[in-house]
Each structure stands twice: as structure tokens, then as C-alpha cells.
């Protein structure tokens, strides 16, 4: 069955490409595995080249992977463009900084010498999604390219031009002919791709389930795995917060990339003692928010990337409501062409429903009640996810240690979660494990040697 790249916002199909054959997955697996043999040996400066070269060209085509981006899977054109300027911030980041990450480190012991050398491992399978589908790629392949690894990018299925743009790309950039490959497969095909022993590792950002199903195949393989899987995350507003500044940031939170993101804020955790005073700002900002074409540089919530998922949706908040949540904004499917759902707020949820138990991927936000802080983390807490956390308080102090207790691998106080090359990035309990981006990213696809020197 061909791959379909089908443009969200009006349901008209812009490409159909065949899948890869036996022998062309084999060839790519083989021409990443060679390339990678020689690209381990050159220097870090010869490798930041290349890198350097790849923003360049990022920064120079910006309107060209924008435009593609949001016609393929319906981001805002204004948030396109935005993630192929991080894209190429991680290319200029980990060529300036990975050969420090990477130095040897001495360790004294008895011996005339002895270190810790971080060395590459081999191809590293990247099987990535949809929803960020350049900087989800240059998240996880940049670092471990750096590193002196190959990848071979097995993408979301209803993103074949991104996937196969991103290889263009690189082989601009002058990477050694075959170090990045993209196949185009169906996810069917990834346990054959896992299995091959030429893949010396997987990274996989999706969901949850899928994550389950990698993490099972690999081990089988035991092959090294870094999961970023789905989110739930909550966003904590304690009495003393400034609820202007909260507000305001909850509904860019919320709606960003339509809301199709796994550290989007989805359960909206807020003290009782100015609940309907945050209600009240968190609503008008939301209602303010510009629907539309994703083209238009006015837009700021397009499509959901596809039918299903926008059904997906309806059907979560459709169950919450029966269950006793209050629309307040929004709350019905729009008919009509285009996968659009209106920016809804849900009032008076509780955790046994649906937009509370399950990671909603689409700009729907749950606003629960806390008689308090102390309920309010052990509201937060109370999900089988683990990735991002917002806390909203004037006491910083005070945020530091309530940080302490919030089961999350990212939290960020009085601000909007964000992943950043300088930080390492990453879930716990059903989010995931593992760590990209920063130091801790970029030791996660090395063969962490120890040598030891006796004279």
C-alpha cells in the first residue's frame, strides 16, 4: 500500500510513494553501516562542519521545510518555521560542544593511566513521529551523528516528504554519502529494521504503546533504546501565582502545534481559592485564539494531522462530559473539510475521566479543582505519564522544593515547558527513558569505555 502525504487542512492528497522494497531497505541499512565506519574516524571539527553546513542550509530554505511542514502535516506556518530554526540551533550547538561532552575523562586508580572514552556504537534506528517532523529527527539524529554514529530515519508514514527532504538535506551538507538514510516503510516493517543486527541501536519518540512494543523487540535484540513516548502533563497554579501571566501562557500551552505535542500542558491544576478567577483568564485567551488556514501567518491553531485522531478526540471529550466535565470554550467537532477541532476548556474535571486519565493529543484542556497545593501534586502525580510539569507560585523557594516531589523528567516553574539542546530532555513511568539533547542526550549512543594503562 503507497504512502500517503495528504495536506490536513483540506484532505487533498499531495503525494503517494510506494513503499521500499526488500532489497532497498537492505542497500540503505548496508550504505549507512559503511558510511559509518569511516565517519567514526574523522575529528569532531570535521564532523561540526558538516553540522554547521546543515544549518546553513536550514536557515537558507526556511520558507521551502516551513511551507512543506504545514502543508504535510498542518502545523501553523508561523510554528514551521519556527521548529526549522531550532532544528538548525541543534546543528550549531552540538558541533560547538560535542567534542567537550565526549572528552575522555581520568579517573585515578593504581594503574599509570587510566580513562572513560566515549565511543561511537554504530547505525542508530530513528523511528520518529508526525508531530515535529524535522525537529524531532534533528533532536535525536544530530547528537547521535555528532557522537560518530549513522542513522537510518524510519518517519511517521503520513510524513514521507519531510523524511525524505531531511536526507536531501543532509546530503547537502556534504555528510558522507549514506550516513543518513531515510526508508520509507509501513510500521510493520520496523521489527525487520530492529532486528538487523547493522542496527546498533533504536530511539523512538510516540506513544506509550508503541514505545512498549520497541522497547520488547530490542530488548529481544538487546540493542540500546531511548523512549520518548506520550504525556499527560500538568500545569500547577497555586494561590499566589501571577494569573495574568499563567493565563496566558496556559493557552499557548495547551494549543500549541494545535495542541499535538507531548509536553503540551493538558490537566490544568488549579488552586480552589482562585480557580474561577483563573477559569475566567485562561477561557478569554483561549477564545482569542485565530483558527484557520495554517498557511495564513494570522493563524494560530490548523488542523489535527489526520481523521482519525481528530475522532479520537471527539470521542475523549464527548466521554468526559457525559462523566460531568463543563464545556466552557469549545467542546464539538467543526464540520467541513479539513481535520479542524475547536480549542476547548473542560471545567470541573476529575481523574476518572477521560481527559484526565488519557493523554489527549489535540488542543483540549482539562481544568481541575485542588482544595490546595498539597492535593494539587498528588493530582499531578496522579497519571501513569511522566514528561513535562508547569508550577505557577511567586515563591521560588518554595517551587524549588515542591519540584522535588512533581514525577516528571522536565519542570519548569512560571514558564512553558520546552525542550532545548542545552538541556537534557526526557520521561519517566509511561513517558519513557532514556535522555536527549545536552550532555546526558548525547553520552545515550556510546559505548561508554573504560581503559585501563599499566606500565
Same mark, same amino acid.
Given at each position: 500500500?503507497?504512502? =500517503?502525504?495528504?495536506?490536513?487542512?483540506?484532505?487533498?492528497?499531495?503525494?503517494?510513494?510506494?513503499?521500499? *522494497?526488500?532489497?532497498?531497505?537492505?542497500?540503505?541499512?548496508?550504505?549507512?553501516?559503511? /558510511?559509518?565506519?569511516?565517519?567514526?574516524?574523522?575529528?569532531?571539527?570535521?564532523?561540526?562542519?558538516?553540522?554547521?553546513?546543515? /544549518?546553513?542550509?536550514?536557515?537558507?530554505?526556511?520558507?521551502?521545510?516551513?511551507?512543506?511542514?504545514?502543508?504535510?502535516?498542518?502545523?501553523?506556518?508561523?510554528?514551521?518555521?519556527?521548529?526549522?530554526?531550532?532544528?538548525?540551533?541543534?546543528?550549531?550547538?552540538?558541533?560547538?560542544?560535542?567534542?567537550?561532552?565526549?572528552?575522555?575523562?581520568?579517573?585515578?586508580?593504581?594503574?599509570?593511566?587510566?580513562?572513560?572514552?566515549?565511543?561511537?556504537?554504530?547505525?542508530?534506528?530513528?523511528?520518529?513521529?508526525?508531530?515535529?517532523?524535522?525537529?524531532?529527527?534533528?533532536?535525536?539524529?544530530?547528537?547521535?551523528?555528532?557522537?560518530?554514529?549513522?542513522?537510518?530515519?524510519?518517519?511517521?508514514?503520513?510524513?514521507?516528504?519531510?523524511?525524505?527532504?531531511?536526507?536531501?538535506?543532509? =546530503?547537502?551538507?556534504?555528510?558522507?554519502?549514506?550516513?543518513?538514510?531515510?526508508?520509507?516503510?509501513?510500521?510493520?516493517?520496523?521489527?525487520?529494521?530492529?532486528?538487523?543486527?547493522?542496527?546498533?541501536?533504536?530511539?523512538?519518540?510516540?506513544?506509550?504503546?508503541?514505545?512498549?512494543?520497541?522497547? *520488547?523487540?530490542?530488548?529481544?535484540?538487546?540493542?540500546?533504546?531511548?523512549?520518548?513516548?506520550?504525556?499527560?502533563?500538568?500545569?500547577?497554579?497555586?494561590?499566589?501565582?501571577?494569573?495574568?501571566?499563567?493565563?496566558?501562557?496556559?493557552?499557548?500551552?495547551?494549543?500549541?502545534?494545535?495542541?499535538?505535542?507531548?509536553?503540551?500542558?493538558?490537566?490544568?491544576?488549579?488552586?480552589?481559592?482562585?480557580?474561577?478567577?483563573?477559569?475566567?483568564?485562561?477561557?478569554?485567551?483561549?477564545? /482569542?485564539?485565530?483558527?484557520?488556514?495554517?498557511?495564513?501567518?494570522?493563524?494560530?491553531?490548523?488542523?489535527?494531522?489526520?481523521?482519525?485522531?481528530?475522532?479520537?478526540?471527539?470521542?475523549?471529550?464527548?466521554?468526559?462530559?457525559?462523566?460531568?466535565?463543563?464545556?466552557?470554550?469549545?467542546?464539538?467537532?467543526?464540520?467541513?473539510?479539513?481535520?479542524?477541532?475547536?480549542?476547548?476548556?473542560?471545567?470541573?474535571?476529575?481523574?476518572?475521566?477521560?481527559?484526565?486519565?488519557?493523554?489527549?493529543?489535540?488542543?483540549?484542556?482539562?481544568?481541575?479543582?485542588?482544595?490546595?497545593?498539597?492535593?494539587?501534586?498528588?493530582?499531578?502525580?496522579?497519571?501513569?505519564?511522566?514528561?513535562?510539569?508547569?508550577?505557577?507560585?511567586?515563591?521560588?523557594?518554595?517551587? /524549588?522544593?515542591?519540584?522535588?516531589?512533581?514525577?516528571?523528567?522536565?519542570?519548569?516553574?512560571?514558564?512553558?515547558?520546552?525542550?532545548?539542546?542545552?538541556?537534557?530532555?526526557?520521561?519517566?513511568?509511561?513517558?519513557?527513558?532514556?535522555?536527549?539533547?545536552?550532555?546526558?542526550?548525547?553520552?545515550?549512543?556510546?559505548?561508554?569505555?573504560?581503559?585501563?594503562?599499566?606500565?
Amino acid at each position: 500500500m503507497a504512502l =500517503q502525504s495528504i495536506n490536513p487542512a483540506t484532505e487533498e492528497v499531495l503525494a503517494e510513494f510506494a513503499p521500499f *522494497s526488500d532489497a532497498q531497505v537492505d542497500a540503505a541499512l548496508q550504505q549507512a553501516h559503511e /558510511a559509518y565506519l569511516h565517519w567514526r574516524t574523522r575529528s569532531f571539527a570535521e564532523r561540526g562542519a558538516c553540522l554547521r553546513r546543515a /544549518a546553513e542550509r536550514l536557515r537558507a530554505d526556511k520558507a521551502r521545510w516551513a511551507r512543506l511542514i504545514t502543508l504535510e502535516m498542518g502545523k501553523p506556518i508561523v510554528e514551521a518555521e519556527a521548529e526549522i530554526e531550532k532544528s538548525a540551533w541543534a546543528c550549531d550547538y552540538f558541533a560547538e560542544h560535542a567534542e567537550r561532552m565526549l572528552a575522555d575523562l581520568a579517573v585515578p586508580t593504581e594503574a599509570a593511566r587510566s580513562y572513560v572514552a566515549f565511543r561511537p556504537l554504530g547505525v542508530v534506528l530513528a523511528i520518529m513521529p508526525w508531530n515535529f517532523p524535522f525537529w524531532q529527527v534533528f533532536r535525536a539524529g544530530v547528537p547521535a551523528l555528532m557522537a560518530g554514529n549513522g542513522v537510518v530515519l524510519k518517519h511517521a508514514s503520513n510524513v514521507p516528504q519531510c523524511a525524505l527532504a531531511i536526507e536531501e538535506l543532509l =546530503q547537502q551538507a556534504e555528510l558522507p554519502r549514506g550516513l543518513f538514510r531515510t526508508v520509507l516503510v509501513p510500521g510493520g516493517e520496523t521489527a525487520r529494521l530492529i532486528a538487523d543486527p547493522r542496527v546498533r541501536a533504536v530511539t523512538l519518540t510516540g506513544s506509550s504503546d508503541v514505545g512498549a512494543e520497541v522497547a *520488547s523487540l530490542a530488548g529481544r535484540q538487546i540493542k540500546k533504546q531511548v523512549l520518548e513516548l506520550g504525556g499527560s502533563d500538568p500545569f500547577i497554579v497555586l494561590a499566589d501565582a501571577d494569573l495574568d501571566a499563567a493565563a496566558t501562557t496556559a493557552a499557548r500551552a495547551r494549543n500549541q502545534n494545535s495542541g499535538q505535542s507531548c509536553i503540551a500542558a493538558k490537566r490544568f491544576i488549579v488552586e480552589e481559592a482562585v480557580a474561577d478567577a483563573f477559569l475566567e483568564r485562561f477561557s478569554a485567551a483561549v477564545r /482569542a485564539l485565530r483558527m484557520g488556514d495554517p498557511l495564513e501567518r494570522t493563524t494560530q491553531v490548523g488542523p489535527l494531522a489526520r481523521g482519525d485522531l481528530r475522532a479520537a478526540l471527539a470521542q475523549q471529550v464527548e466521554a468526559s462530559v457525559r462523566a460531568g466535565a463543563r464545556p466552557v470554550v469549545g467542546g464539538s467537532a467543526i464540520n467541513g473539510r479539513g481535520y479542524f477541532y475547536p480549542p476547548t476548556v473542560l471545567d470541573a474535571v476529575t481523574p476518572e475521566m477521560a481527559a484526565f486519565r488519557e493523554e489527549t493529543f489535540g488542543p483540549v484542556a482539562a481544568v481541575v479543582r485542588a482544595r490546595n497545593a498539597e492535593e494539587a501534586l498528588r493530582l499531578a502525580n496522579a497519571t501513569e505519564y511522566g514528561l513535562g510539569a508547569s508550577l505557577w507560585t511567586r515563591d521560588l523557594d518554595r517551587a /524549588a522544593e515542591l519540584a522535588r516531589w512533581i514525577e516528571a523528567g522536565v519542570v519548569f516553574v512560571n514558564g512553558l515547558v520546552a525542550s532545548d539542546p542545552r538541556l537534557p530532555f526526557g520521561g519517566v513511568k509511561r513517558s519513557g527513558y532514556g535522555r536527549e539533547l545536552g550532555e546526558f542526550g548525547i553520552r545515550e549512543f556510546v559505548n561508554v569505555q573504560t581503559v585501563v594503562l599499566n606500565s
